[in-house]
Structure formats: structure tokens, C-alpha cells
């Protein structure tokens, strides 16, 4: 039990700035997956996705990381990796804000709450709580919880941008739980190897005191 709530302090000691530039990484991520995503809707000529505000949604998610990478460097080189008190912890929340926000928009254009894509709600919960701690986790509930209220209200006024989705490819069905079921193994890994670098480094310390 002590080995285990030492290598979660490891990896929240890892500093802010640290952990937002990984964010970008993993923004880069999802944006190829949304661009592939997109390329077999078109290919297979889905009728519940509607590509051009899908396509919107790709090109300003890749020029708001790119301006988001500049913003991190520019925090980084004013203020160091840990960054001035609360600064970069309200980075983490904006960003919490901006990529369920991005979800919801997805959906919107791709069938509604019904679209299993909407099982990554629960994976930004996780990507909020490991990187803004109790306060993100919290934000990233209510704002994804939000999104699917206002996924469900879309629907019923007919303001959906694309056709709702009554019934899932199973392709689809088989894919969209993969990638929030290896997404948090993908953290908890990195949060493992966070605590057991922090852990040697303190050992070498102690060693060499």
C-alpha cells in the first residue's frame, strides 16, 4: 500500500509543464484517429456522419495544439517546468474544458449519444484526474456529463449535425470500447513508470548522501 501511494506522488511530482507537453502528444493522437475516422466514413459513405463539420473540428483541433504547444513553451521558458502557483494547474482545467468540448462537437456530427465513441467521456474523467488531480477529474465529470445532456437534447429538437445514429455498425459496436480500454492501461503504465524512475532517482540520492 505505501509502495503504491509513493509511486502515485511520483507521478504527480513530475512538473506541470511535463505533463501538459504530453498532453499535446496524446492530442496528436486522437486527431489522427479523428482523421482516419473520418476517411473510412467517407470511403464507406456513412449516412450518420456529416463530414464537413467534422473536418472543421480537425483542422482547428490541430491549429489549437499547435498554438497550444507555442503557449506551453512560452509558460515553460517565463516560468520554469513547475510553473508559477496555479498557472499551469488552470491550463490543465482549460484544456479539460477544450477537449470535452472538441468530444461533444465530434458527436454532434457523427450519429448523437449513440455513437459508442461517447464511452471517451469516461477516459478524458481519467485524463483529468491525472492531470489536475481531485479538481480535474471533478471538471471533467461535470462537462462530460453536460455534453451528453446536451448530446441528448440535440437529438430530441432535431438539431443534430448529422442524422442520429439508431443502430451502430458492429464494427463499430467491436472497435470504440478498444480504445478507452487501452487508453487508461496506456496511463497507468506511464504513471508506473513515473513512480519507478522518481523512486530510483530518490534511491541514487539517498546512496549517494
Same mark, same amino acid.
Given at each position: 500500500?505505501?509502495?503504491?501511494?509513493?509511486?502515485?506522488?511520483?507521478?504527480?511530482?513530475?512538473?506541470?509543464?511535463?505533463?501538459?507537453?504530453?498532453?499535446?502528444?496524446?492530442?496528436?493522437?486522437?486527431?489522427?484517429?479523428?482523421?482516419?475516422?473520418?476517411?473510412?466514413?467517407?470511403?464507406?459513405?456513412?449516412?450518420?456522419?456529416?463530414?464537413?463539420?467534422?473536418?472543421?473540428?480537425?483542422?482547428?483541433?490541430?491549429?489549437?495544439?499547435?498554438?497550444?504547444?507555442? !503557449?506551453?513553451?512560452?509558460?515553460?521558458?517565463?516560468?520554469?517546468?513547475?510553473?508559477?502557483?496555479?498557472?499551469?494547474?488552470?491550463?490543465?482545467?482549460?484544456?479539460?474544458?477544450?477537449?470535452?468540448?472538441?468530444?461533444?462537437?465530434?458527436?454532434?456530427?457523427?450519429?448523437?449519444?449513440?455513437?459508442?465513441?461517447?464511452?471517451?467521456?469516461?477516459?478524458?474523467?481519467?485524463?483529468?484526474?491525472?492531470?489536475?488531480?481531485?479538481?480535474?477529474?471533478?471538471?471533467?465529470?461535470?462537462?462530460?456529463?453536460?455534453?451528453?445532456?446536451?448530446?441528448?437534447?440535440?437529438? !430530441?429538437?432535431?438539431?443534430?449535425?448529422?442524422?442520429?445514429?439508431?443502430?451502430?455498425?458492429?464494427?463499430?459496436?467491436?472497435?470504440?470500447?478498444?480504445?478507452?480500454?487501452?487508453?487508461?492501461?496506456?496511463?497507468?503504465?506511464?504513471?508506473?513508470?513515473?513512480?519507478?524512475?522518481?523512486?530510483?532517482?530518490?534511491?541514487?540520492?539517498?546512496?549517494?548522501?
Amino acid at each position: 500500500m505505501a509502495r503504491a501511494s509513493s509511486e502515485s506522488a511520483s507521478f504527480f511530482a513530475v512538473p506541470p509543464a511535463a505533463r501538459l507537453r504530453w498532453l499535446v502528444y496524446l492530442r496528436w493522437v486522437a486527431l489522427a484517429g479523428v482523421a482516419v475516422g473520418l476517411g473510412i466514413a467517407h470511403l464507406a459513405q456513412f449516412p450518420w456522419v456529416a463530414p464537413r463539420p467534422i473536418a472543421l473540428t480537425l483542422a482547428v483541433g490541430i491549429l489549437y495544439n499547435l498554438a497550444f504547444l507555442w !503557449r506551453v513553451r512560452r509558460l515553460t521558458h517565463a516560468s520554469g517546468e513547475r510553473g508559477m502557483p496555479g498557472v499551469l494547474d488552470r491550463e490543465h482545467e482549460l484544456q479539460a474544458l477544450a477537449d470535452v468540448g472538441a468530444l461533444t462537437l465530434l458527436l454532434l456530427a457523427s450519429g448523437g449519444v449513440h455513437n459508442p465513441i461517447c464511452m471517451f467521456y469516461g477516459f478524458h474523467v481519467v485524463l483529468g484526474g491525472m492531470l489536475g488531480y481531485r479538481r480535474g477529474a471533478m471538471l471533467a465529470a461535470v462537462m462530460g456529463s453536460a455534453g451528453i445532456g446536451l448530446l441528448v437534447l440535440a437529438e !430530441r429538437s432535431g438539431l443534430l449535425l448529422s442524422p442520429p445514429l439508431l443502430s451502430p455498425p458492429l464494427g463499430l459496436m467491436a472497435c470504440a470500447p478498444l480504445a478507452p480500454t487501452l487508453s487508461p492501461a496506456h496511463l497507468a503504465l506511464r504513471a508506473l513508470r513515473g513512480g519507478e524512475h522518481e523512486q530510483g532517482r530518490a534511491l541514487r540520492n539517498y546512496d549517494l548522501l
